[in-house]
């Protein structure tokens, strides 16, 4: 008997390069199984689907509702690359006489010297000066609100508050102008002109 002849195919397929080949390739295919990106991370959800974190947390074993997150403490003073927020000029220069009972700034105990001392009279005129023409506006605005009354749905409610109104601006008023004439007769007595 006599062996078969071996065909041209076969003497080809044998040898090394081939079985390396087919098994970096095999290789090449269980890494990407394994190790691309979001292969073991949770299923994608239908678009729908809306049960939340709190829905899923029973069945996956979870703590239900918002996942916590990591939070930076708060910076201690303003920095200087941050947005400083928009303020009206209108309440940003708001008098302080506004607030109830605003702390008396009197004058210090010493001055350094009766130059000192007169200008810091000054300043106090000025801003009570600038304090008593808000009172007088505040007074001026009394006669608008008086108007209202009558459009009011409940008259008698709005007539009573606004007396209580009226008293407290005009005993506003009243201070303010008091304030004046006291910080000018102090200007007088230290010889300086207001």
Sequence with gaps: MSTPPSSPSSERDSGPIPALLVG???LAVGAIVVFWPGGDGPEPRPVGDHDGAAGRSSAEGRKGGIPERAVDEAAHGAKADAPRPRVSKAVRNMPQGIQEN????GPPESFESPEAER?????ALE???EEL????KA?????????EIDKAS???AARATFERRREIVEQNLQRAQERVAELERKLESLGSAP
């Design 119 to 123: 200008k810091w009279y000054e300043a």
């Design 154 to 156: 409940d008259p008698a």
């Design 133 to 136: 023409a808000f009172r007088q």
């Design 102 to 105: 605003v702390p008396d700034r």
């Design 24 to 26: 970096l390739g095999i």
């Design 139 to 147: 007074v001026e605005r009394l006669e608008k609100a008086r108007d």
């Design 127 to 129: 801003r009570a000066r």
